[in-house]
T-cell receptor
Framework: DAGITQSPRYKITETGRQVTLMCHQT?????MFWYRQDLGHGLRLIYY???????DKGEVPDGYVVSRSKTENFPLTLESATRSQTSVYFC??????????FGDGTRLSIL | QKEVEQNSGPLSVPEGAIASLNCTYS??????FFWYRQYSGKSPELIMF????GDKEDGRFTAQLNKASQYVSLLIRDSQPSDSATYLC?????????????FGQGTRLTINP
């Protein structure tokens, strides 16, 4: 089915571990985005990508790494997880200046 | 000042009434505006977008844009309990100098039967 899928849906890990959240879209959208959503802060942009091999920082990029070797995939890695990174993470995709469409989210807990 | 501001609510409206959700934005260069609905534990879902001044209607939903006042609103007519959700306003603005979709914090709407 066409759409945007995130995996895993839920993840529990420990501080200091590396965690990778996956995002895959089948629309061939050029843009992809990673957000985190926390109570009191709404949706905050972590990183985005305008095309394969092009990525850029958003509002809250510290502690995260992204890559985009293929148009359809945009993984987000927490290199050394911290408790403050406990959040719900959403991936989204769009064409330029068009509405973004969101995946179902990954609920990440860091103990 | 946040680029997109919404009253966080909660906004409580009786079933069948009109729910009015408001949003202001600071970037005068913003051209495109979106309303997303987010049910608890779910992802944001696009329900309306508006690019031009005035009203845009889609079923029970009407989006209103006033660029001079930097104001966007969403009206929901004949409110239903299933409309209870958080509504996110978003504008294409600038984050760190580049064009991005900027979200407000959302307004939590409750429709009372």
């Amino acid at each position: 089915d066409a759409g945007i899928t995130q995996s895993p849906r839920y993840k529990i890990t420990e501080t200091g571990r590396q965690v990778t959240l996956m995002c895959h879209q089948t629309w061939s959208h050029s843009y992809m985005f990673w957000y985190r959503q926390d109570l009191g802060h709404g949706l905050r942009l972590i990183y985005y990508s305008a095309a394969a091999d092009i990525t850029d920082k958003g509002e809250v990029p510290d502690g995260y790494v992204v890559s985009r070797s293929k148009t359809e995939n945009f993984p987000l890695t927490l290199e050394s997880a911290t408790r403050s990174q406990t959040s719900v993470y959403f991936c989204a995709s769009s064409d330029p200046n068009q509405p973004q469409h969101f995946g179902d989210g990954t609920r990440l807990s860091i103990l | 000042q946040k680029e997109v501001e919404q009253n966080s609510g909660p906004l409580s409206v009786p079933e069948g009434a009109i729910a009015s959700l408001n949003c202001t934005y600071s970037d005068r260069g913003s051209q495109s505006f979106f309303w997303y609905r987010q049910y608890s534990g779910k992802s944001p879902e696009l329900i309306m977008f508006i690019y031009s001044n005035g009203d845009k209607e889609d079923g029970r939903f009407t989006a209103q844009l006033n660029k001079a006042s930097q104001y966007v609103s969403l009206l929901i007519r004949d409110s239903q309990p299933s409309d209870s959700a958080t509504y996110l306003c978003a504008a294409i603005g600038r984050v760190q100098g580049a064009q991005k979709l900027v979200f407000g914090q959302g307004t939590r709407l409750t429709i009372n039967p």
